[in-house]
């Protein structure tokens, strides 16, 4: 089976723009999750869907927001980027909940 | 509020060394999960173990074994006979039990390096 497929693997913006992330997760996995990482606020929880609906929601603001589409395959969207926004984002798969996350080798992005 | 420490920021040991990598945790829930992930230079979190919090049996792996014990908070990790190749971060991360699987608490890592 493929693993979590993420794109692109490398992003530049420039702060006030907005980017999307593309996530595919593992076939027959139903649960997409999203985890930015820093090196100083570590990995941080950003949301989980399930069968596109958001299950759960970490404490980031309004400016990130995700979907997932009806074949799982899941995006991410940060409007308004800022300099703190650049991050590792590392998405995730599981076959249901509680079933243990499979990662993606993540999207830099690096807002200038 | 849930937490996960991992005190050691880093570690290094020369091959063959064994190693034990600390993770204490923080939970009000009597049920949970935790999990060990190791991520490699590449970037991608590769998966290591998940744990109940019903089942305190240690479990050994290979090279590998974690120690579970609820009575202190800790579920630490043992790499026996280290080679470079386990040279990475590992992140220790807590779940809570029902329909919370895709939120993970992690620690905030520990870097091994491993030295031939």
């Known amino acids: 089976k493929a693993g979590v497929t993420q794109t692109p693997r490398y992003l530049i913006k420039t702060r006030g723009q907005q980017v999307t992330l593309s996530c595919s997760p593992i076939?027959?996995?139903?649960?997409v999750s999203w985890y930015q990482q820093t090196p100083g606020q570590g990995l941080q929880f950003l949301f989980e869907y399930f069968s596109e609906t958001q299950r759960n929601k970490g404490n980031f603001p309004g400016r990130f927001s995700g979907r997932q589409f009806s074949n799982s395959r899941s995006e991410m969207n940060v409007s308004t980027l800022e300099l703190g926004d650049s991050a590792l984002y590392l998405c995730?798969?599981?076959?249901?909940?509680?079933?243990?996350?499979?990662f993606g080798n993540g999207t830099r992005l690096t807002v200038t | 509020a849930q937490k996960v420490t991992q005190a050691q920021t880093e570690i290094s040991v020369v091959e063959k060394e064994d190693v034990t990598l600390d993770c204490v945790y923080e939970t009000r829930d009597t049920t949970y999960y935790l999990f060990w992930y190791k991520q490699p230079p590449s970037g991608e979190l590769v998966f290591l173990i998940r744990?109940?919090?019903?089942?305190?049996q240690n479990e050994i792996s290979g090279r590998y074994s974690w120690n579970f014990q609820k009575s202190t908070s800790s579920f630490n990790f043992t790499i026996t006979a280290s080679q470079v190749v386990d040279s990475a971060v590992y992140f220790c991360?807590?779940?809570?039990?029902?329909?919370?699987?895709?939120?993970?608490?992690f620690g905030q890592g520990t870097e091994l390096s491993v030295k031939p």
């Open positions: 991360a807590l779940s809570r039990w029902y329909n919370q699987g895709g939120k993970l608490i």
């Open positions: 995730a798969s599981s076959e249901r909940g509680n079933s243990p996350l499979h």
């Open positions: 076939s027959g996995h139903r649960s």
């Open positions: 744990r109940n919090s019903f089942d305190e």
